[in-house]
């Protein structure tokens, strides 16, 4: 198994940790570790749903001084969402 995230929602999460994402966006921790699973399975299948978005972005430049656009939450290189029941 490798370390490298597979997903927009493994990477941000790996970046900024799941309590201080679900402290931004003010959502449960469960809530955030749900963008990482497949939709079969109740997640959002690696991606960040956008209504956060706004909130991820102000949380690390507030924060932390970090400046992340709109684009960092697509796919990357080897990156993808998850399909169906994965």
């Known amino acids: 198994m490798t370390d490298t995230p597979k997903t927009p929602a493994d990477r941000i ?3 900024f940790g799941v309590d ?3 402290h931004w966006t003010t959502r449960h921790r469960s809530r955030v ?3 990482t699973w497949p939709t079969a399975k109740g997640g959002t ?3 960040i749903p956008s209504r956060v978005r706004p909130a991820i972005i102000e949380g690390a430049k507030r924060e932390l001084g ?3 656009t709109y684009a960092d939450f697509e796919p990357k ?3 993808t969402y998850l399909m169906g029941g994965v």
Do not use: F, S
Request: overall charge negative; glycine content about 16%.
């Open 33 to 35: 570790h749900a963008w």
């Open 45 to 47: 299948g690696g991606a």
């Open 77 to 79: 290189d080897g990156e």
């Open 20 to 22: 201080r994402l679900a």
């Open 66 to 68: 970090e400046v992340i």
């Open 13 to 15: 999460i790996t970046q």
